[in-house]
């Protein structure tokens, strides 16, 4: 593995560590609030690492709880799109012909729509329900796997192992499931790594609008919305989020590339 993958992972490791961890060794929580603490600075003496909001809540346990949902959400949904993008490309795919192009044809029908403003009637119609977030974001965001996975079945059912397959008269979704996708991990793998970011993405945009995570629930995303207001006199409600936010969307797209550099190689030699 290279060392971009490493220190990736690492990173990632890390703060997933601490934000399942850091909450339960602070001795404040997520909802209570101290008005003879509002806006204070972040300070190690009253263990509030990262101060306090504008209505005197721990901004570090916040912060946590905000990492684990804005994770959760993103890779829920990941696997969500992961699960209708393969399966849906696999059988366009394989099957081909009019199946394929018709199949084909309603993704691009789907691509014509606005994504994020499909994504805000979703959760418009159906309000906003901490579930229907997975269900909104993977639901949508099936479209680009599936392109992938047809384009490499495409290639794949062409390969001697089907051919044989066929001939011996193995079904069809027995020859989907045990013979090609099994073929596509590598190229999955990868993917799933570049859109957990963009699922991120939606998720925070979403919660920066106020139609994501409702209080006392939080995200990363909703913390940047909250800080903004308040950059001016208490930057760090702004700078903590935004840098955590910065930070795992740069781990993420990095495990991306450098996975993807991993396998070419492995194809290479």
């Known amino acids: 593995m290279t060392a971009v993958i490493k220190v990736s992972t690492t990173f990632l490791a890390a703060i ?3 934000a399942l961890v850091g ?7 997520y909802v209570t609030t101290n008005f003879d603490r509002l806006l204070a ?3 190690a003496g009253d263990m509030h690492l990262f101060g306090t909001d504008d209505l005197g809540r721990d901004l570090f346990v916040r912060t946590m709880l905000g990492v684990r949902v804005t994770l959760v959400v993103a890779i829920v949904a990941s696997l969500v799109s992961l699960v209708i993008g393969v399966a849906y490309g696999a ?39 901490f579930l229907l977030i997975f269900v909104a974001i993977g639901a949508i965001n099936w479209l680009d796997m599936a392109r992938i996975v047809r384009g490499q079945t495409l290639s794949l059912r ?3 192992f089907v051919e044989a397959a066929r001939l011996t008269g193995v079904s069809t979704p027995r020859i989907i499931f045990r013979h090609i996708a099994p073929n596509l991990i590598g190229i999955v793998i990868v993917y799933v790594t570049l859109t957990i970011p963009q699922a991120i993405l939606v998720e925070s945009f979403l919660s920066f609008l106020g139609l994501g995570v409702q209080e006392p629930q939080t995200s990363l995303g909703a913390l940047v919305n909250a800080g903004v207001g308040q950059m001016e006199g208490a930057s760090w409600m702004l700078l903590v989020p935004a840098a955590l936010l ?6 993420f797209n990095f495990l991306g590339d450098g996975l993807r550099d991993y396998f070419d190689a492995r194809q290479g030699s």
């Not at 909450?23 to 929580?29: C, I």
């Not at 910065?246 to 781990?251: F, G, R, T, Y």
């Open 91 to 129: 059988i366009a795919g394989f099957v081909g012909g009019r199946v394929d192009a018709m199949m084909m044809r309603f993704v691009d029908t789907l691509y014509a729509l606005p994504f994020i403003f499909f994504v805000i009637l979703l959760m418009v119609a159906f309000e906003r329900n």
């Open 158 to 160: 062409e390969r001697e």
């Open 41 to 43: 600075a972040p300070s």
């Open 23 to 29: 909450p339960w060794l602070s001795p404040h929580d």
């Open 16 to 18: 997933a560590l601490v």
């Open 246 to 251: 910065a930070a795992i969307l740069m781990c």
